[in-house]
């Protein structure tokens, strides 16, 4: 069974699949981990972010996923790729054709003959459009920057309130206004705004919809 769930940064997204994993003991495969794990790459090497130095650069970097881990050239590099100059890279580079067909080949053959909950982007659109059940989740901007300026506190890293807000609103324009696979609520997906929700709330919700119709 395939479980997708897409939305905007900052939504919940990943929080709320890893949870659900664990409840209903599916496999979780974080899709935003390999982009970043791209961006990374470039980011510590200077590799200018443009289509053909990527292209160039994806010929030699080997992306897994496997046991809630990333790994990028056989490196785990979880604690590497959470920074918001990461996320600032991981949103340009995902805009690239080559960068998209490459991960989302991936994705597919990580979930194959699997119960899998995959959060990212273009799960319900493009990575399985015949997924067993769609999710959309979001909030408004706001929330999901202050989540997120909270997320980094309590991670040790500084951060500053309006340049988090910024970089969500300069993603969410990124992510939805790309070329190939832009983010975007696929027309069966469920939608669920999470801006007056706890975590545990979303999970019973989406527990309730796969529960109640199997
Ligand atoms: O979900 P996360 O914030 O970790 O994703 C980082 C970036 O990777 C996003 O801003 C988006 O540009 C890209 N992404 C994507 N497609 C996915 C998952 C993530 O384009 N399926």
Known sequence: ???AIDGPSGAGKSTVARLLSRELGFEY????A??????????INNIEVKEDTID???ETTEVDYSDNKIFLDKMNVESLIRSEEISKYASKISAFKNVRTKMVELQRNIAKNKNVILDGRDIGTKVFPDADFKFFITASV????ERRYEQLLAGGTAADRDNVLE????????????????????DDAILIDTTHMEINEVVRKIKDFVGGQN
């Open 1 to 3: 069974m395939i479980i």
């Open 29 to 32: 495969i974080d899709t935003g």
């Open 34 to 43: 390999m982009y970043r794990a791209l961006a990374y790459k470039a980011y």
């Open 56 to 58: 160039e650069m994806l």
């Open 142 to 145: 706001e929330t999901r920057a």
């Open 167 to 186: 970089d969500i609103k300069k993603r969410d324009i990124n992510d939805s206004t790309r070329e190939f696979s832009p983010l975007k609520k696929a």
